[in-house]
């Protein structure tokens, strides 16, 4: 990696960071808010949702225009398309907060905003991905997807606590401080951010394009949907989990998730930020260790009975998931061509989305059946797929 990448990558980590710090302090800003302004539980869930479904049909579209157009004009639409979502956003709350509105026009309103995130604010990760697999060889290929999804993670992190303490001075500050980031952020990517040469410009000759099912990346997909989909359970249904098994109170179970989840999160930066970039292990490795990681934190979890145990357990799913979802996006990177990369990256992001939309639902019911039903489902697809990452010729000749 040369020193103008290196140079490249920091410049664009601390860009990704702030959409990842916006992104958390929304979602623990916007549910108080919208139940201040009369909005259920259901109709906040049904806000992300739709936005999810917008992500997942228009992110194949942002990656394959990054092929053609060049990667950073890709990322600066993204970019800007959250923050005008977040300015939205945040106006029809206020809005609604001082009687402009009623919480029957608010709740579409609301609905709209958060759609110009997923159809517009899409563009951003399957850009900053290609540009990461353009400037990167197969061996340094999985370390730079890391610090993509690392910057995502730290922002992810930092988010709550800043959201905190923006909110002394309003509940809607911290979602106009996320605009603002994203503006600045927009602008640093505009004058330093280097470009890759669009393939308009090189003559390319058009290609067929890309599809979810072709075969050379379809087992990637596959691990992509099924890991999104267990996060996603995982992360529905753990404060349940903490308060059911250990016999909590509110208080104490809102105590215990935000560790759990603080350690989950920090397991995974350590994956990404130290393990990764420290040691350079190859993309079949990182999936096959990922996942056999994963596997025995949710051992930990269904058999455990102590928080010190399901603490362990959250450990190594965060080291787990630190290093597959790295992994599978450099071996799908790996898998294409040099002029796929755009594409490729916004299939994997859409597919990803899929998984996070069925996976509470799936977690939800089955925990209405079991607390330990969803641990134990999460786990039995842990071996499942530890198994077929050893098995499948596709992922066994992965360059490394």
């Known amino acids: 990696m040369t020193g103008e990448t290196r140079r490249a990558f920091r410049l664009l980590f601390p860009c990704l960071v702030s959409t990842g710090m916006g992104q958390a302090m929304l979602f623990a800003i916007l549910p108080p808010a919208a139940r201040e302004i009369g909005l259920s539980s259901m109709q906040v869930s049904t806000i992300f949702v739709v936005s999810a479904?917008?992500?997942?049909?228009?992110?194949?579209?942002?990656?394959?225009?990054?092929?053609?157009?060049?990667?950073?004009?890709?990322?600066?639409?993204?970019?800007?398309?959250?923050?005008?979502?977040?300015?939205?956003?945040?106006?029809?709350?206020?809005?609604?907060?001082?009687?402009?509105l009623t919480a029957a026009v608010a709740w579409p309103a609301m609905i709209a905003a958060r759609c110009v995130f997923g159809a517009i604010g899409s563009a951003s990760p399957p850009a900053a991905q290609a540009f990461v697999a353009d400037r990167t060889g197969p061996e340094d290929r999985a370390a730079g997807v890391a610090l993509i999804n690392a910057a995502f993670g730290v922002g992810q992190t930092l988010g709550p606590a800043v959201g905190a303490a923006l909110a002394i001075f309003g509940l809607l500050a911290p979602i106009y401080f996320s605009a603002f980031l994203s503006v600045i952020s927009a602008l640093v990517i505009y004058f330093w951010l280097p470009d890759s040469e669009p393939r308009a410009a090189r003559g390319d000759l058009p290609r067929a394009k890309l599809a979810f099912l072709d075969r050379r990346i379809r087992p990637f997909f596959l691990l992509q949907i099924f890991m999104q989909a267990v996060r996603a359970v995982t992360m529905i249904t753990l404060a349940f989990f903490l308060q059911d098994q250990l016999n909590l109170s509110s208080e104490e179970t809102g105590q215990a998730a935000g560790i759990g989840f603080m350690v989950l999160a920090l397991a995974g930066l350590v994956s990404q930020l130290i393990l990764v970039q420290r040691f350079r292990p190859a993309p079949a490795r990182m999936i096959r260790g990922g996942l056999g990681s994963a596997a025995i934190g949710f051992g930990l979890l269904w058999a455990g009975t102590t928080f010190w145990v399901y603490l362990g357990g959250l450990a190594f799913l965060g080291l787990g998931l630190g290093l597959v979802r790295p992994g599978n996006a450099a071996a799908s990177s790996l898998a294409v061509s040099a002029d796929e990369q755009g594409a490729v990256a916004g299939l994997l992001n859409a597919v990803g989305v899929t998984g996070n939309i069925i996976g509470p639902l799936l977690g939800g019911y089955l925990y209405t059946l079991s607390p330990s039903g969803p641990i134990f489902l999460n786990l039995c697809l842990m071996v499942v797929g530890s198994l077929y990452a050893w098995i499948h010729p596709r992922i066994r000749e992965i360059p490394r």
């Open 53 to 100: 479904v917008f992500w997942a049909f228009t992110s194949p579209g942002w990656g394959r225009l990054s092929d053609r157009v060049g990667r950073r004009r890709v990322i600066l639409i993204g970019l800007l398309g959250y923050g005008l979502s977040m300015i939205l956003l945040a106006g029809v709350i206020g809005a609604t907060l001082e009687g402009a």
